[in-house]
């Protein structure tokens, strides 16, 4: 498996298309300026790529519950910018916003599903930067949120209480909604779009943040699943993950990695990998591996010597032949078939 070289000179291509952006600020890095008293604004691999589209000249609409930073005044600095407030686990906002942004601008030419946790919680109701730092602490992954297996009694009614999904309605269900409003929205127009969702090195991983690496792997499961759909469109629209390692944020610091023995990627590092999914038309379900500026298709090794090299056996005469990738494909395939999609 060898390593991908991105050249951003091809990035000029997304100049002047329309694209919208989930998740440039999480509340995470709102929450966890206020908790650590932070000068400044935080930024994230959202901020990261909206910074890589705008220095283009791509026309980026960013949907997310916080908006930028002071120190990040896209809004003025740019005119091609909008920033439109939503939650992405409100269908009806995130459908309005989606309606918003075709009726001024006409089209929409790739979508980047980038939200992640979301939870309903504020500096003023947790009371206290002290409180703020242990809850955040635990929202960002360094304790999970949930391991599903713990015994939480309702006081209400003393019985167990029901798991916290929040992490699955913002990181699944929110993807989910945003990828169907960008398939609605590109294949009325017919238009051969771009989807970049982001998954995670969790999307394969055993990390014992249950409900994220849940998540994660579920995302990867939804581009995989969508793919033999979206390919098919009379106008077919490209649908592809990238998966960072640990990356550079106002919640992912050096301290909390140092441990692992991991380096960090920074934002603008993970925005190359966007930019390429977004430009190389050629590239269809794949996955982009992040890693301090080093960047990997991982798809093919992991469907094709993983996968394929154990489903061989299961595969009919005449096909032994084939190599691991391509006994994957015919698999898949084959699968397929009894869905009625050939």
Sequence with gaps: MSTLEINSKDFVKL??????????????QAAFQFAFALPGGSSGIGLGVVKLLLSIGARVTSVDLTAPPASEDFTSQSPTFT??????????????????????EGRLDAVFANAGNNPNMSPGA??????M??????????????????????????QLKEPDLSCLETNLYGVISTVKLAVHHMRAREIQGSIVITASVSSWTRFGAVDYTTSKHAVLGFMRGLLPHTSRLPVPIRINCIAPNWTKSGLVTEEIVAPTGFGLSTPEEVAQS?????????????????DGGRYWEIGKTLEGDGVGSFVGPAM???TSDLTNWEQYVEFCRRMNMALGIM
């Excluded at 939503?86 to 001024?104: G, I, Q, T, Y």
């Excluded at 947790?126 to 409180?131: I, K, N, Q, T």
């Excluded at 242990?134 to 949120?145: D, F, H, Q, S, T």
């Design 316 to 318: 009919p005469p005449g």
């Design 83 to 104: 920033f439109e407030k939503c939650n992405v686990c409100d269908w009806k906002a995130l459908r309005s916003v989606f309606s918003r942004v075709v009726e001024r």
């Design 133 to 158: 730092r242990l809850r955040i602490l635990e929202l960002a992954g360094v304790n999970p949120r949930t391991r599903f297996i713990d015994d939480e009694i309702d006081p209400t009614d003393g």
């Design 15 to 28: 100049k002047d298309k329309v694209i919208l952006i989930t998740g440039i600020v999480t509340f995470f």
């Design 126 to 131: 947790v009371g206290s930067r002290l409180m």
């Design 274 to 290: 966007v930019g390429l999914l977004m430009t190389d038309k050629a590239r269809n379900g794949e996955v982009i591996f992040v």
